[in-house]
């Protein structure tokens, strides 16, 4: 059940590189970043890490999952950090989420920032470093930073927002469902047992 829940979370983070929210005046920024969050929170910090690493390996071998298209060519643009910190943030999410045992919307809420806080540092350190030391680009990392502005972080910020409050209902109820599955595969372990016997 756990890999199942780990396979839905992967597809959803490739469907989320796609799903657009438009910004009037300026561009759009997408929900990717709000499932690889999520994906910590519900799952936990390993198999959230888990399940957004096999989304970075889709994208690398060539499956188009990524926004602009996949192969391993994409570890060469100075982006690709964002995808490497998405792992680290799942985790991070996810072990935050664990360690205070969160059961209400400002715990959930302190996983999410955590979340963020790792995958811009990451982000933001591998952008700086393509563009200066392999692009060519002379960048100062203010300009890095500042290019997260207007609609990056403002935009991870509110998603940041809303994948506390939907965590606060989703993952109580994710992990009855967990529980009843359990259930229902101990029940039908004994029968299998006492037909053998």
């Keep these: 059940m756990e890999m199942v829940y780990a396979g839905l979370f992967t597809a959803l983070i490739a469907i989320g590189a796609f799903i657009q929210v438009p910004v009037p005046g300026m561009d759009y920024f997408t929900l990717q970043f709000l499932f690889v969050l999520m994906a910590g ?6 198999l959230g890490a888990v399940s957004v690493g096999v989304y970075v390996l889709l994208g690398l071998f060539g499956l188009p999952v990524f926004a602009a298209g996949g192969g391993f ?4 643009r100075p982006s690709f ?9 799942a985790f991070a999410a996810g072990f935050v989420t664990e360690k205070v045992r969160a059961n209400s919307y400002k715990k959930y809420l302190w996983a999410a920032f955590t ?3 790792v995958t811009y540092t990451i982000g933001l350190a591998y952008k700086y470093l393509m563009l200066n030391l392999y692009v060519g680009e002379k960048t100062a990392f203010a300009m890095v930073l500042a290019d997260c502005f207007p609609l990056d972080m ?7 927002l809303a994948a506390a409050m939907i965590a606060v209902r989703l993952v109580p109820a994710a992990k009855g469902m ?9 029940v039908a372990d004994g029968r299998i047992k ?3 016997q």
Excluded: N
């Excluded at 929170?41 to 390993?46: D, T, Y």
């Excluded at 060519?73 to 060469?76: A, L, M, R, S």
């Design 178 to 186: 967990a529980l009843k599955a359990a259930g229902r595969q101990s």
């Design 194 to 196: 006492r037909m053998d």
């Design 154 to 160: 403002p935009g991870d910020v509110i998603l940041c």
């Design 73 to 76: 060519g994409y570890i060469f």
């Design 115 to 117: 979340g963020f806080a």
């Design 41 to 46: 929170m519900v799952l936990g910090s390993r």
């Design 81 to 89: 950090g964002y995808l490497i910190g998405f792992i680290a943030a």
